[in-house]
């Protein structure tokens, strides 16, 4: 069964990940410099004393470096259908989600829409339009809730309505005339 597309989420260019992970690693190698300079005298240290253990600051700043750019050129999908949310979140991580399962969504920092199960929530960062989104995933949860309850409240049978009537009758907590006006009401006489 082919759902129709409702809306797909548009996702910026700007990558938060890449942003953080490029700050972290200009950090690592300004502190490797700057530890340099206090114990070796001068920030060339840094390069020159490298059997002193400075190449960590390198190796953690090329690690970063690295992840940024893992970061830059990985792209996140989100398609919202009639029946399920599909896409790809962090690291390629596929997702197939039936409207039944997911149970609450939001939105956050870095225009995140937050989709929660009951195994989980799942993010998507960089989302431009994830006001539209958001409210049309919220708008397909309240329309299955409005379904949800019209089929739990299955209409009881007029003989199940009688019985309980009569119960109630013999119990002596409605009277004869209000039985009777119930039981017309209910065989609609």
Excluded: H
């Excluded at 996702?11 to 070796?40: D, K």
């Amino acid at each position: 069964m082919n759902d129709k597309t409702l809306v797909k989420a548009k996702f910026s260019s700007f990558n938060p990940f890449a942003v953080l992970c490029f700050a972290i690693a200009g950090i690592v190698l300004i502190a490797c410099f700057m530890v340099a300079s206090a114990f070796g005298g001068s920030p060339m240290w840094a390069i020159e004393g490298m059997e002193y253990g400075y190449y960590w600051f390198f190796i953690g700043a090329f690690i970063f470096v690295a992840l940024g750019l893992m970061f830059m050129v990985m792209r996140f999908e989100l398609i919202v259908t009639e029946g399920k949310v599909v896409g790809k979140t962090l690291f390629g991580k596929r997702v197939d989600l039936p409207i039944s399962q997911i149970s609450v969504a939001g939105t956050g920092a870095f225009n995140r829409v937050s989709i929660a199960t009951s195994s989980g929530s799942i993010n998507f960062y960089g989302v431009t339009n994830q006001n539209e989104v958001f409210s049309t995933i919220s708008e397909l949860l309240m329309k299955r809730q409005e379904e949800t309850k019209t089929t739990a409240k299955a209409p009881e049978s007029t003989s199940d309505e009688l019985k309980k009537l009569k119960d109630l009758l013999d119990s002596g907590i409605i009277t004869q005339e209000e039985f009777d006006a119930k039981k017309k009401q209910l065989l609609g006489l």
